[in-house]
């Protein structure tokens, strides 16, 4: 529980304006009115779990546990609702703090902090962190709606779905303090938890749409839609990983629907290309030796994969297939009988050949430096057993364990990139945490493998939409700093026209080069060059520089101190600053005050004064560019930057090792060259302009990532059967020559 000694509440925010007040306390109250019902039946569902397991318990100890918590659980029930609600409150009396204790506490934070964690206190984490992202998922759009409409409320960017103070992370968080204050074990909180998620889940919809109805009625952005553009090619579903594909300059594809998938082969195909391919690289073994063999029984094939699925973390590596055989074979032999070597019987060595093949595109396709491959090693034997167990494994793409895998490595190959400054440890920890309970606990139930495959799939959904918003903000960002430098390009050169024409003295100058130079930029930002406001800029400026005899001093020095306050200037040192340009007599200063600074100092102030916005515009400033011009391969990669569309995936090597590292073209403007590249989580990488990206390209350090239509594991099993026809092929050839 929270251990404030002093409950917040909205009617503390001073800082609020008492309208965003109001409607955050009708906000409050609307949350308590739509959860009521919700959390009532809730507990409605607990007692009546507890009672069941009190009856149909066959031993004392999880009847007695039952019997304790509904003694415990019904006199808290009154206060239950009280409790949630308060801590609610303190969450939306926090809504907007920069502090910390502000956002509330995610599920996973201890697990993301520590190396050891608590295996329940773990599981209760997932589950409050399992139901928030179910939530989120089912009511994505009005949560969306939500956080940009509170952002408007508060005068704020747009909020993170897990602050918002009616979200679903805080909801989760409120759940798991509310119901650790019933005083309930752990094993009884984590049913609460499963019997929230199943209410929760299926009124989520409509609580969130019934908050959004109530702002749009006071009138918070009625007109909101959650509507993403896209230009040209749109963003794919699914993100690109690493793979070895075509050449710069090799034709790009369209993508496909995936109505034309090639048909798999079936699997008497599949033992034939398999027998050409033994019969290309070992001509020497016979039928006949096959024919005369002992081979072991399904059976024991799975009890010798299960003791080899139990020894520690395996590693793989290209042609890895033959050291599993040869372990599978000494593990049949220490089970067999004195004087018997049951061997593999052909279609169950055709198995194990498919999945050593597989592995081995697999590995061409996961970086060396990740733990895609690690992974991977831990999953063959699992995989080896499905396979030998369901021919489904390699004929149905949707097949549950080619799923599994699927998520698995395109997630450990693409979202975890250890050459980013930020390493997602608690997303490592859940992949490591499903691999290792498959290889724990896979006896040749499929449900295990699809109850992974679909809880890693929810989380994957989560972060993709977290991806989305979070590169949505870097783009909006970009285009504003380059309309920022398209501006203050333009306010530059309108000064330095005028200066040109005109001698002045150095205050003058300094003024309408820096301040001055601002106000044209803050006005052109929010008017445009067309407007009577930017026009009337340029006329103060031109007044400034013609003689003192035709000008109006009392109406310029108005002008110009109200643009100076405008970019930052405090009032007393912009009338100062007004009165010495125009050579007017300074304010007389008061007893106590010190004396008006020095014409020097003012001049030193304006020429070292920060701009607006050059704290957030600094470092996202590109290097300075070469000075050497293009050569024409370097020209011909920039016009072909500039035709690609957003959300085209580049491959940078990124040192001599050949590491590689994907990148997605977010954003580009076409007239300056600069451009947005972000990684898969949306998170921006160091800025570049489409001019350096085309010299990396021309020297091979850049190459573009054709759309993907199919995922890893697909890619790779199209690649295995394509090499497996030429073997076939191969074979014919020689046939027909004799």
Request: glycine share 6%.
């Amino acid at each position: 529980m929270d251990t404030h000694p002093i409950m917040p509440t909205l009617s503390e925010r001073s800082d609020l304006a008492p309208r965003a007040r109001h409607l955050l306390a009708q906000q409050l109250a609307e949350c308590g009115a739509l959860l009521e019902p919700v959390l009532r039946n809730v507990l409605d569902d607990l007692e009546h779990e507890l009672v069941r397991i009190t009856q149909q318990s066959a031993s004392g100890q999880p009847q007695h546990e039952a019997l304790d918590a509904l003694d415990k659980l019904r006199p808290a029930r009154p206060r239950f609702q009280g409790q949630m609600m308060a801590l609610l409150e303190r969450r939306f009396a926090k809504i907007g703090q920069s502090a910390p204790e502000a956002a509330p506490p995610r599920a996973n934070q201890k697990a993301a902090a520590l190396s050891l964690v608590d295996p329940g206190e773990f599981d209760e984490s997932m589950a409050l962190e399992d139901l928030a992202t179910r939530t989120e998922l089912h009511a994505g759009s009005a949560i969306y709606e939500l956080c940009h409409r509170y952002a408007v409320l508060l005068a704020v960017p747009p909020l993170e779905s897990e602050v918002l103070p009616s979200g679903p992370a805080v909801l989760a968080w409120v759940l798991g303090e509310a119901a650790r204050g019933m005083g309930l074990p752990q094993q009884h909180r984590l049913l609460f938890y499963r019997l929230c998620d199943r209410r929760l889940f299926g009124a989520a919809e409509s609580f969130y749409a019934r908050l959004n109805e109530h702002l749009k009625a006071a009138g918070i952005l009625p007109d909101l839609r959650n509507y993403l553009p896209k230009r040209g090619g749109a963003i794919q579903e699914e993100e690109p990983a690493e793979t070895p594909y075509p050449p710069p300059g090799a034709e790009r594809t369209p993508i496909a629907p995936a109505a034309n998938f090639t048909a798999p082969p079936a699997m008497g195909e599949l033992h034939t290309l398999l027998g050409a391919r033994r019969h290309t690289l070992h001509p020497e073994q016979t039928e006949a030796a096959t024919q005369s063999a002992e081979f072991a029984s399904m059976p024991e094939l799975q009890e010798a994969l299960s003791a080899l699925q139990a020894m520690p973390s395996r590693r793989v590596a290209a042609g890895d297939g033959e050291n599993l055989a040869r372990e599978l074979a000494a593990e049949l032999q220490r089970g067999a009988p004195p004087g018997k070597s049951p061997q593999l019987h052909p279609e169950h060595r055709d198995a194990l050949d498919l999945i050593g093949l597989l592995y081995d595109q697999l590995l061409a396709e996961t970086r060396s430096e990740g733990i895609a491959q690690q992974l991977l090693a831990n999953l063959q034997v699992p995989l080896l057993r499905v396979a030998l167990a369901d021919n489904n494994f390699f004929t149905a793409r949707n097949h549950p364990a080619r799923r599994l895998l699927n998520l698995v490595l395109e997630t450990a190959n693409l979202w975890l990139d250890r050459s980013d400054d930020r390493f997602d440890a608690v997303l490592n920890q859940r992949l490591q945490r499903s691999v290792q309970r498959i290889t724990n606990d896979f006896h040749g139930d499929l449900g295990l493998i699809e109850r992974e495959a679909e809880d890693l799939d929810s989380h994957l959904r989560l972060l993709t939409r977290r991806a989305e918003i979070a590169e949505r903000r870097h783009v909006e960002a970009a285009q504003g700093r380059d309309r920022l430098r398209e501006a203050r390009s333009m306010a530059g050169a309108a000064i330095s026209q005028r200066l040109a024409k005109h001698q002045t003295t150095p205050l003058i100058r300094a003024l309408l080069e820096s301040a001055w130079s601002d106000a044209l930029t803050l006005t052109l930002l929010r008017e445009g060059a067309n407007s009577e406001a930017y026009r009337r800029r340029l006329a103060v400026a031109d007044r400034l520089l013609e003689s003192p005899v035709r000008r109006d001093d009392g109406r310029l020095a108005a002008d110009l101190n109200h643009g100076l306050t405008q970019v930052g200037l405090q009032a007393t040192e912009a009338d100062q600053i007004t009165r010495y340009v125009l050579d007017l007599p300074q304010q007389p200063a008061y007893r106590s005050a010190t004396p008006p600074p020095s014409q020097t100092e003012l001049l030193i102030r304006l020429k070292s004064r920060r701009k607006p916005g050059e704290e957030q515009a600094r470092p996202a400033q590109p290097p300075v560019p070469q000075k050497l011009p293009l050569t024409s391969i370097e020209g011909r990669s920039l016009d072909e930057l500039k035709q690609l569309p957003f959300g085209t995936w580049l491959e940078f090597t990124i040192n001599q090792q050949g590491q590689k590292v994907a990148r997605k073209l977010s954003w580009y403007a076409p007239a300056s060259g600069h451009c947005l590249l972000v990684n898969a989580r949306g998170a921006a990488t160091s800025e570049r302009t489409l001019e350096q990206i085309a010299r990396l390209m021309a020297r091979g350090q850049v190459r573009l990532l054709p759309p993907q239509d199919k995922g890893m594991i697909d890619r790779a099993w199209d690649a295995l059967v394509s090499g497996l026809r030429k073997f076939s092929r191969n074979n014919e050839t020689i046939e027909t020559a004799t």
